[in-house]
């Protein structure tokens, strides 16, 4: 590092898996009082992927992590750091990064998971960030994987089309810059939470209270009036705190609920819907891998390009929301 530089996480790799079983809304019209054309125009899914019987959360975690090392050109030996955003572990303990940290083979280093529901990986970037802007990490895994179709009720048709399974990831490396909004790397973030909202949208059961797993529940017209007026909030103080300006954003990389939230949130900032990507027909609400998994598709379709100005944001369950801006 020369003087008066800082060190900067940088996105090095990024890699996106998905469960090979395709459930389709017509699949789906066979198991709960729906129909394709409601889900598709209130939502804008089409398809979902779940995980097969004794696929886990940390299995797909380990294919997307794959992936993200193998862009990155480094290999498990290399990691030291792994964080997994996810609201579906495979077991309450270890954490889901401890179970990947051994099926990857990566060394002894650190790993734990981050729980702030779809808003997991944007609050799971910010913790890596102060382990490789620390100069703590040299090479961190940030994983945002789940297995939501294991917390659906089948006979709740408010909720139980809407999500589906997968996993991205990114490895994250330290890099000088100059600390100013050329640098590539994260540059600022604005996460939230408001525990008065949990009855909107949270599962009720667990290892404390019930003994259970429990189930997903929502008031999906609740969560949805917050999420707009929330998300735009976020990524403006996002933006504010790198020193950005939103218009000068290339690629917005959303947590994927619902299509209307998308256009609702670019409408409010005055964005081009052109600018968000958007995977929500083919991959559902995927929870905290839905950005990882977004911006893996971007990438490897070849929009989201080196040097490029992206602001990746988020809401779910606690209430959580958040966003963060990233120079790719
Ligand atoms: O990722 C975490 C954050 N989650 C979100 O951001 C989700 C936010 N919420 C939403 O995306 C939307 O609120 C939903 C997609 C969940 C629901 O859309 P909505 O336009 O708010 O519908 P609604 O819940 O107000 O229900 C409208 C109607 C109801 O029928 P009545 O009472 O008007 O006769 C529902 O029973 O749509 C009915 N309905 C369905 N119909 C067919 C609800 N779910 C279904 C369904 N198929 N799957």
Redesign the pocket.
Request: aromatic residues 6%; positive net charge.
């Given at each position: 590092m020369t003087s008066g530089s800082i060190l900067r996480s940088v996105v090095t790799g990024v890699g996106g898996y998905l469960p090979e079983k395709v459930v389709t809304n017509a699949d789906l019209e066979k198991i709960?009082?729906?129909?394709d054309a409601?889900?598709v125009e209130?939502?804008g899914i089409r398809r979902r992927h779940w995980a097969e019987e004794g696929q886990f959360t940390s299995d797909l975690a380990v294919e997307a992590a794959g992936k993200a090392l193998a862009a990155a050109g480094r290999s498990a030996a290399d990691v030291d750091l792994i964080i997994v955003a996810t609201t579906t572990p495979d077991l309450t303990f270890p954490a889901t990064a401890a179970i990947v940290q051994r099926k990857l083979g990566c060394p002894i280093g650190v790993a734990f998971d981050v729980q702030a529901?779809?808003s997991g990986f944007v609050y799971a970037l910010s913790v890596a960030d102060g382990f490789v802007a620390r100069g703590m990490s040299k090479c961190a895994l940030v994983i945002g994987a789940e297995t939501m179709s294991r917390l659906m009720d089948w006979t709740d048709?408010?909720?139980?089309?809407?999500f589906g399974d997968g996993a991205g990831a990114v490895v994250l490396e330290p890099a000088a810059g100059q600390g100013t909004t050329a640098d590539r790397g994260l540059l600022g973030f604005a996460l939230r939470a408001d525990g008065t909202k949990q009855d909107l949208?949270y599962v009720d059961g667990g290892p404390s209270s019930t003994g259970t797993v429990g189930k997903l529940r929502?008031q999906?017209?609740h969560?949805?009036k917050h999420?707009v007026i929330n998300i735009a909030e976020a990524v403006e103080g996002a933006a504010a705190a790198a020193g950005v300006a939103v218009a000068d954003v290339d690629w917005f990389i959303p947590?994927q609920?619902?299509q209307?939230?998308l256009a609702g949130v670019a409408h409010r900032l005055g964005v081009s819907e052109d600018k968000v990507v958007s995977t929500i027909a083919e991959h559902a609400?995927t929870?905290a891998a839905s950005i990882p998994l977004a911006l893996a598709k971007a990438v490897e379709d070849g929009r989201v390009r080196p040097g490029q100005l992206l602001l990746m944001e988020?809401?779910?369950?606690g209430l959580t929301w958040g966003a963060c801006v990233l120079r790719f």
């Open positions: 709960v009082d729906t129909n409601w889900i209130r939502t529901v779809c048709r408010g909720t139980c089309v809407l949208l929502m999906g017209n969560v949805f999420a947590h609920a619902n209307r939230i609400n929870s988020a809401m779910g369950g």
